[in-house]
Each structure stands twice: as structure tokens, then as C-alpha cells.
């Protein structure tokens, strides 16, 4: 027993001391796994899309619909998991074991309370949120999706922190692993559920709930009974205090309100479609944006990393080592998203035929190839936002991260969407444009502004 005691503590001790060591191998090693889970995360979302497009566009457009209200509920479980994983990194660097464990367990505690609340009134009030986004004659199988989805919340949400509670140590293999088996039972479970059952929509609903449970399974088993981490959950080490919870929430209702932001432009964004090119237009849209989210998944795995890494520097007061992580972020991103952007622009055609392999969709082939090859330009630019982001997450600056992203999302790329699509009437073609021009100009600022408090915290420092 007290040789595994001793191994116990040596991967510890190991985890803490990469974190809290070269900023640029620390991102490195944590980016990688975490780029391979949201890789997996991503692929059973386009298991979903790729299934339910041999049903039909209306079929797919209902996925498109119930998408945005989607990535609210994992916006809410990532941004949790950001605070979380803040707290926990800034007291790890501040050497605070017991402040450490108190914001884990907290983060437990708000998952299950924030999860029984919101569980039933999205149940509840789908229809009708689903009917204002416009969702007209789809919205019957939209609602038969969503309320299946939404039934399992608490799966989705409840993993999400976990892994932030892990990534916080340094930890970042388990959660792959937790994600690779909820991948791979997505995938095998979708055709079963959606064709050989028969249950359409919904199948593809079920085989969510159940991969996404068993990922929230592992979670508990390694947490809460294995026990193996740096972090302890334990009764006597519990210390209700409203300044935890405040802490946790700085950063984590601001990082899942930023998704939410994001969610009401995909929102706006669906709207201005089916004005411009009704059910067709979204179902290209909700295909090719899988694969778009498919394509910035390396900056976003990176950015993610560096919460942790620019955490643990930003409690220790080694502000030069938060710079390193800063720029290595952003440079690591977007040298990843150069080679991810000529891929896609060579490639778009064939990637268009995974969703167009029916003969009921078939005819979207060529306008879904058209919106990645525009698409192609928005990789490039978009790491540089997610690394403004997860810097000031790191730091506990969540309401700043926030308004970077509202002005990107709200004032640039909505702008930019209904200029291009109405003004200049380019249709829903101009929707695409104003994603990629607002986007970029949007990544831009907040980079600076990021560079620029960096740099004033290093000055102040010395």
C-alpha cells in the first residue's frame, strides 16, 4: 500500500511541477490530450449530423435549430469548468492545497443545484424557444431532439467541470480517455438508435444522453472514489463560503455568458438565413459549421491548456511567464490553423460529401464546399481571440473576456452578417463573409487589449 502511496504522490508531484514550470512545454503537454478530447467531442457531434442527414434537410435543419440552445447548456458546463479550473490553478500557484479543494468541491455542489433548475424549464419552454428562432415546420422534430438532449443536462455540464477540475492539476489524460469512450458509443449507437430502431431524431437524442452519461460516470469513479488526484473531496476540507463561489463564478458565468452570446448570434445568424434562403440555407449552415468548429478545435485545445498554465503563473506573480504562455499560445494556434485552413479550402469538396451522401441531400453539396472554402479565412484569425480569452479567464478577468466576445459576436460579426446578407445583398453567402470579416477584426482587438494588460502587469511588477 505504501508503494502505491508513493507512486500516487510521485504523479502528483510531477503534474504540479509542469505546470508550474516552462509555460511553453507545460502548454505542449496539457494542449495535446486536450485537443484529442474535443477532437472526440467534435466527432460524435458530427455523428449526429452525418446520421440525420440521410433523413433529410428539414431533419437536419431541426439540429440546427436545437444547436444553439445546445452550446449554451456546454458553454455553462465549460465555463464552470473554466472557473474551476482558474481558482484551482491560481491556488495551486499561490501554494494553497486546502483553497485548492475548496473550489473543487464547490464547483460540484453549484453543478448539481444549477442542473436541477435548469433541466426542466428547458424542458418546458422548448417549443416555444425553438418557434421564436423560427424553426417553423421543423419545429416538431427539433422540440422530439431537444427534449431528449436536455433531459441528460446534468451529464453534460457535470463532465465538463470535472475535466476542469482535473485540467487544473495537470491532468488531462483522464478526461480524453472519459471522452474517447463517449465518442466512440456515440458513433456505434447513432445508426443503431436512428435507422435499425427506427427512431429517427430522436435516436440520435438517446445516443447522446448515454454516451454523455457514461462520461460523467468515469468522472465520479476517478474523483470522488478512486481518489487518485491533487485535489481531495472530503467533508472535514469543506468550507462553505460565498467568496469561493463568487470566484468560481467571475470567471465561469462570464466564459458560459460568452457562449451564450455566441449562441444568440447563431440565433440571429439562423434567422437571417432562412429570411435569405429558407430551410436549405440553415441545413448548409448547420453542416458546414460542424465542420468549422471541427477546424478550430487545435486553437481551442490550446487556449484551454493555457488556462491552466497562465493560472498557475498568474498566482505565483510570475508575470513574465504568463507573457510566454500568452504568446506561445497565439503563435501555436495560428501556425496549427494555417495548415488546417489549406487543407480544408483543397479539400472542401470532398468533405462536403459526408454530409451529402442521400439523395435527399445531395443537392447541398455544392453550397456547403462554397461556405468552407470562405470559411478558410476565419481559422487563421480565430486563435488569437481564444488566447485573449483563456488568458483573462486565467486571471480571473472573466468579465472582461466577456466583453471582448460581445463586441466580436454582437457588434462585429451581426453587423457585418446583415450588411453583406441585406445591404448589399449578397444573400445568405453574405452571412458567411460576415462571420469571417467581423470575426477577424473582433480576434484582433482582443488581442491587443490582452498584450496591453499583460505588459502593464510586468511593468507594474518591476
Same mark, same amino acid.
Given at each position: ?55 433529410? =434537410? ?9 444547436? =444553439? ?21 491560481? &491556488? ?98 447513432? =445508426? ?28 465520479? $469513479? ?7 488526484? $491533487?485535489? #481531495? ?123 451529402? $451522401? ?8 455544392? #453550397? ?7 470559411? &478558410? ?65 473582433? &480576434? ?19
Amino acid at each position: 500500500m505504501s508503494s502505491n502511496n508513493q507512486n500516487f504522490n510521485e504523479k502528483v508531484d510531477r503534474r504540479i511541477s509542469m505546470v508550474m514550470g516552462d509555460p511553453q512545454k507545460a502548454i505542449r503537454v496539457l494542449s495535446v490530450p486536450m485537443i484529442i478530447s474535443m477532437l472526440l467531442l467534435m466527432a460524435y457531434n458530427l455523428a449526429d449530423s452525418i446520421w440525420v442527414a440521410g433523413l433529410g =434537410p428539414n431533419a437536419l435543419a431541426a439540429l440546427g435549430f436545437v444547436s =444553439p440552445i445546445f452550446m449554451i447548456v456546454i458553454g455553462l458546463g465549460n465555463g464552470l469548468g473554466a472557473g474551476a479550473a482558474s481558482l484551482i490553478a491560481r &491556488c495551486i500557484g499561490a501554494e494553497n492545497k486546502k483553497g485548492s479543494d475548496n473550489a473543487a468541491m464547490h464547483s460540484v455542489i453549484l453543478t448539481l443545484g444549477i442542473s436541477a433548475v435548469l433541466t426542466p424549464l428547458i424542458f418546458i419552454f422548448l417549443p416555444s424557444i425553438l418557434l421564436a428562432m423560427g424553426a417553423g415546420e421543423t419545429v416538431g422534430l427539433a422540440t422530439q431532439y431537444g427534449q431528449i438532449v436536455f433531459g441528460g443536462l446534468i451529464f453534460l455540464i457535470f463532465s465538463s467541470v470535472a475535466s476542469g477540475i482535473l485540467r487544473a492539476e495537470g491532468d488531462v489524460k483522464r478526461p480524453m480517455y472519459a471522452m474517447a469512450a463517449t465518442a466512440v458509443l456515440n458513433i456505434i449507437l447513432d =445508426p443503431i438508435f436512428i435507422y435499425y430502431f427506427g427512431l429517427g431524431v430522436r435516436g440520435a437524442a438517446w445516443a447522446t444522453v448515454l454516451s454523455s452519461g457514461i462520461a460523467s460516470i468515469l468522472m465520479v $469513479y476517478w474523483l470522488l472514489l478512486k481518489r487518485e488526484t $491533487y485535489v #481531495s473531496f472530503s467533508r472535514k476540507d469543506f468550507t462553505p463560503s460565498w467568496n469561493v463561489v463568487k470566484d468560481i463564478l467571475l470567471v465561469g458565468l462570464p466564459a458560459s455568458a460568452e457562449s451564450f452570446v455566441m449562441s444568440i448570434l447563431g440565433i440571429v445568424l439562423n434567422i437571417i438565413l432562412v429570411i435569405t434562403g429558407g430551410a436549405e440555407a440553415v441545413a448548409v449552415y448547420t453542416a458546414g459549421w460542424r465542420v468549422v468548429m471541427l477546424a478550430i478545435i487545435p486553437p481551442i485545445g490550446i487556449g484551454t491548456a493555457t488556462i491552466t498554465v497562465a493560472g498557475v503563473a498568474y498566482g505565483a506573480r510570475k508575470y513574465e511567464n504568463l507573457s510566454k504562455a500568452l504568446s506561445y499560445s497565439a503563435k501555436l494556434g495560428v501556425a496549427i490553423a494555417l495548415v488546417t485552413s489549406t487543407i480544408s479550402y483543397f479539400f472542401a469538396q470532398n468533405i462536403a460529401t459526408i454530409f451529402t $451522401y442521400s439523395s435527399q441531400s445531395a443537392f447541398m453539396a455544392p #453550397s456547403i464546399a462554397a461556405f468552407l472554402q470562405v470559411m &478558410c479565412l476565419f481559422y487563421i484569425m480565430i486563435p488569437l481571440g481564444i488566447t485573449a480569452s483563456s488568458v483573462f479567464q486565467a486571471m480571473g478577468k472573466g468579465i472582461t473576456s466577456l466583453i471582448l466576445t460581445v463586441i466580436r459576436e454582437v457588434v462585429f460579426i451581426s453587423f457585418f452578417a446583415y450588411l453583406f446578407a441585406f445591404t448589399l445583398g449578397f444573400g445568405s453567402q453574405g452571412v458567411w463573409w460576415g462571420i469571417v470579416i467581423g470575426g477577424g477584426l473582433g &480576434c484582433a482587438l482582443a488581442y491587443i487589449w490582452v498584450n496591453m494588460y499583460v505588459n502593464g502587469l510586468k511593468r507594474n511588477l518591476n
